[in-house]
Nanobody, 119 residues
Framework: QVQLVESGGGLVQAGGSLRLSCAPS????????MGWYRQVLGKQRELVAA???????DYADSVKGRFTVSRDNAKNTVYLQMNSLKPEDTAVYFC?????????????WGQGTQVTVSS
């Protein structure tokens, strides 16, 4: 089974930047969208940003103007550039891919990478 491999998390001061990357360990066909979710302990996982195969993007209101999602279609890699980070951005960030297989929409997730923003 193809796994999503994330990198780029870490500790940064408020106002700083981080870039997350996510690439599948193998080939995923018929991708609808790729993106990032985040989760704080005790809270629901929430969408941060996503990008469709056609290049349309969607962002959580809390990150608009600060975060940018992009993808390299040739590598099936998705990136999340995070600027002007705030302590409230601290969370585990999960890569997500939605794809079609055998007529069904399927989802796969990365293992998560911790992002910690200190004040």
């Amino acid at each position: 089974q193809v796994q999503l491999v994330e990198s780029g998390g870490g500790l940064v001061q408020a106002g700083g930047s981080l870039r997350l990357s996510c690439a599948p360990s193998g080939t995923i066909f018929n991708i609808n969208s790729m993106g990032w979710y985040r989760q704080v302990l005790g809270k629901q996982r929430e969408l941060v940003a996503a990008i469709t195969s056609g290049g349309n993007t969607d962002y959580a209101d809390s990150v608009k103007g600060r975060f940018t999602v992009s993808r390299d279609n040739a590598k099936n890699t998705v990136y999340l550039q995070m600027n002007s980070l705030k302590p409230e951005d601290t969370a585990v960030y999960f890569c997500h891919v939605e794809y079609r297989r055998m007529g069904l929409t399927r989802n796969t997730w990365g293992q998560g990478t911790q992002v910690t923003v200190s004040s």
